[in-house]
């Protein structure tokens, strides 16, 4: 056995191998289980260094009788990195394991004791899963990963009863501001659900409907009460359940960071100061709650004061919340819920929250809003995805201007998958706009060519696609309040050409099952150029996609063998000694499904 010792000084020998670019971490998004059977490891090199790389595992109580090698295959590139990956089965649920990696006549042996250039006497050293235990592993709703979701405002989506409308509701269309009212409720979500079902919606997102003093409902009074101007109870519990009938989802916002100023509970605190029994449920800094400076003497979502945050490390507070998410989701039988904030409350109160929802319905979808790096939520004891802004900011760049090539946004994909394990980039739920955004055709400067080429990546991409209510029509709109405006229902006022195209795309990533669960890689992605190829892949089936996002037309060639035809027209895509050329105008895409 090489010691420590040994390790160190074999790693300081002359090598071509850049060993400090070697990184793995066990028990993580390295190194992890994906289901009962099967285990996923991962490890890191500098880019274009090392030629192959291969993992090492066997059972450390009989290494002899139960060892294999798995060769690894490159599964991403970025910037400064090569990253690979492989499956491995282990014989009896446990193993250890250890890499090595080969340029030229080259070889480096890595272990959880150090870096060789002799092979190590295994499994001394090396690193260790005990044991592959099913209730410990990341499994998100198997439903999620087929889903083809739909952000819906209630109030700027359709207004279904004007009995309820509040006062002063301005004309449908108007333009939106911060305190305006259109109308919008429920009744009118459930008059165009046939709408959704053709389109080929699966599932509904809804910003908050509970009792609020704001048009965006973010600012709760009464969680256990369904907004009046929106309707009640049973009207919420028709809607889910006619959504229901139509193969459709529905999943609510949870707003639990915060509650509104209004409430109960927060206007008590204003009453009785330090010697409200709520007091305890804020996080008050000084009595007696006040503005200064225009800042509220309390902690709030950002600094609105109309918005104080609940301390969720209070355990009447806690119960409070969690009660509320139990309460809705056995009494409407709902999908899941959106986490608002998600990211401001405590850990524990989201490892609490899932239990007991997913004791309730194993089946419920949990979706945090984290806007950065968001692993340490997505280890399968908080949520099950989280809104994936990052792949949006980096899609729309890449398309919105020539600065960015193909190989720079290649390299930013595959980074981002990499922060988590498959399972979890399989129901990330990417979205390419949303009430808190400008509209994705203005951030895309009115292009509808561009708008098109981010909805077929989103719809062919691994995750779990969320269209924002009227981007398939083309409404348009600036940031907050602008992006928040009223549905355009009068047909000659859509833009028809671009609602055939988000409906063709649906229609494919329902029908090939490889768009919503196969493996995904590049295929071309070179320097200097915008134009890119990319594959989804199974063990039976395998589909490319080639991308213009360029101004000038351009023919891609990529080597591919078997029959191949258009999914999109049908049309047959012939091979000439086994390579395929494509001729794509400015700004548009193919998809290739293999026969």
Known sequence: MISNEQAISSANLTTNIHLESLHHVPHSNWA?????????????????????????????????????????????????????????????????????FHTGEE???????????????????????????????FQAP??????????????????????????????????PTRENFFGGDLQGIIDHLDYLEDLGITAIYLTPIFEAATNHKYDTTDYMKVDPHFGDTELLKKLVDEAHSKGIRIVLDAVFNHIGSNSPQFKDVIEKGEHSKYADWFHINEFPVQLKEDKPNYDAFGFFAEMPKLNTANPETREYLLNIAEYWLKELGMDGWRLDVANEIDHRFW?????RIKAINPDAYIIGENWNDSLRWLHGDQFDSVMNYPLSERLIEFMKSDDMDAQ?????????????????????????????????????????????LAVAFLLTFTGTPCIYYGDEIGLEGENDPDCRKCMIWEEERQDRDLHQT?????????????LRTG???????????????????????????????SGEPTTLAQKLEGSWKDALTGESAKADNGEIRLELKPFSFRILIKE
């Open 502 to 514: 988000y409906k063709q795309l649906i229609r494919l990533r329902k029908e090939y099952p490889v």
């Open 142 to 175: 198997e439903w999620a990963k087929s889903a083809v979701f739909y952000q819906i405002m209630p109030e700027r989506f359709a207004n279904g009863d004007t009995s309820n409308d509040p006062d002063d509701v301005a004309p449908w269309g108007d333009k």
């Open 107 to 137: 070889t480096v042996w890595m272990t959880e004791n150090g870096i060789f250039t002799d092979e190590p006497e295994a499994p001394n050293g090396f690193y260790d899963w005990p044991y592959i235990h099913e209730i410990d592993i």
């Open 408 to 452: 720079t946004f290649s390299e930013y994909i595959s980074s981002l998958l990499m922060r988590y394990p498959q399972q979890a980039n399989e129901v990330l739920f990417n979205l390419l706009a949303s009430h808190d955004t400008a509209r994705l055709l203005t951030q895309l400067g009115g292009d509808k060519r561009k708008l098109k």
């Open 351 to 355: 490892k609490e929250f899932r239990a």
């Open 32 to 100: 992890y289980p994906y289901d009962k059977d099967t285990f996923h490891l991962r490890v890191r090199t500098k880019k274009q260094n090392v030629e192959r790389v291969y993992a090492l595992t066997g059972d450390k109580y009989d290494w002899e009788t139960y060892n294999h090698e798995y060769e690894m295959r490159k599964i991403g590139t970025d910037r400064l990195f090569d990253y690979w990956q492989t499956t491995v089965k282990p014989d009896h649920r446990r193993f250890s394991y250890a890499f090595r």
């Open 519 to 549: 493996e995904f890689g590049f295929l071309q992605n070179n320097s200097q150029e915008r134009p890119l190829i990319y594959e989804r892949y199974d063990a039976e089936n395998h589909c490319t996609v080639w991308m213009n996002p």
